[in-house]
């Protein structure tokens, strides 16, 4: 893939993170109509993550950075799936916006 996609595709699914994160409001009851919809969102991130993971030339780092950032989108729906504590899935979210500005978007502003 060309660096201006691959940094184009990195870009997005930051954004895609950051407004899952930032719309969710830990003062509203997480309906399960709303966790309903967190959850569809970030099933289509840990598919994008998973098929960043599998594809060819992506060894090394770049596939750990994928892999992680799959196997933590798991882990958050699992939390948003069996628990009811808003706080809990408001610090999920924003842990995993972290963690994906960190793993994806640091590189490119230090010029790696």
């Not at 509203?28 to 967190?38: D, M, S």
């Not at 970030?42 to 950075?65: D, M, N, P, T, V």
């Amino acid at each position: 893939m060309e660096p201006n996609k691959v940094h184009t595709l990195k870009r997005r699914f930051f954004q895609k993170v950051k407004r899952i994160a930032d719309t969710y409001d830990p003062r509203k009851l997480p309906t399960e109509e709303l966790r309903g919809e967190i959850i569809l969102n970030l099933r289509e991130l840990l598919e994008i993550a998973h098929r960043e993971a599998k594809s060819k030339g992506r060894y090394g780092a770049k596939h750990q950075k994928w892999s992680k950032l799959a196997a933590y989108i798991s882990k958050c729906i699992n939390v948003i799936m069996r628990d009811y504590d808003a706080v809990k899935i408001k610090a999920q979210l924003e842990e995993l916006k972290e963690l994906v500005y960190n793993e994806l978007l640091r590189d490119r502003e230090t010029g790696n």
